[in-house]
């Protein structure tokens, strides 16, 4: 198993920044992908951004350019970050950390969710 905790949530206003971290700890191993996804209310669970076990990462189009996902494999719980700058309205949503494993079975793993509110 893979517990995650997610931090760095809170109340910012349009174009200001927070970042998320996420501590994952456990069974780290086979570990394929990290990444963050956000679900805004009435609205489906969206990716937001990944990072594979290479370091290659995806962000979503609406993210681009203004969010940074990185890692922290050197430190034991492993830990995800999310910088979000320039904050938009549509940020707003509750962000939740995921971690994907491939090994003999494929599972994912997700956590309680932290939640950016992006108000003036």
């Known amino acids: 198993q893979v517990q995650l905790v997610e931090s760095g949530g809170g109340l910012v206003q349009p174009g200001g920044s927070l970042r998320l971290s996420c501590a994952a700890s456990?069974?780290?191993?086979?570990?394929?992908?990290m990444g963050w996804y956000r679900q805004a209310p009435g609205k489906q669970r969206e990716l937001v951004a990944t990072?594979?076990?290479?370091?290659?990462?995806?962000?979503a189009d609406s993210v681009k350019e203004r969010f940074t996902i990185s890692r922290d494999n050197a430190k034991n719980p492993i830990y995800l970050y999310l910088q979000m700058n320039s904050l938009k309205l549509e940020d707003t949503a509750t962000y939740y950390c995921?971690?994907?494993?491939?090994?003999?079975?494929?599972?994912?793993?997700w956590g309680q969710g932290t939640q950016v509110t992006v108000s003036s």
């Open positions: 456990g069974s780290l191993f086979s570990i394929y992908a």
């Open positions: 995921n971690v994907e494993r491939r090994g003999i079975v494929r599972d994912t793993f």
């Open positions: 990072i594979l076990s290479g370091g290659l990462t995806n962000y």
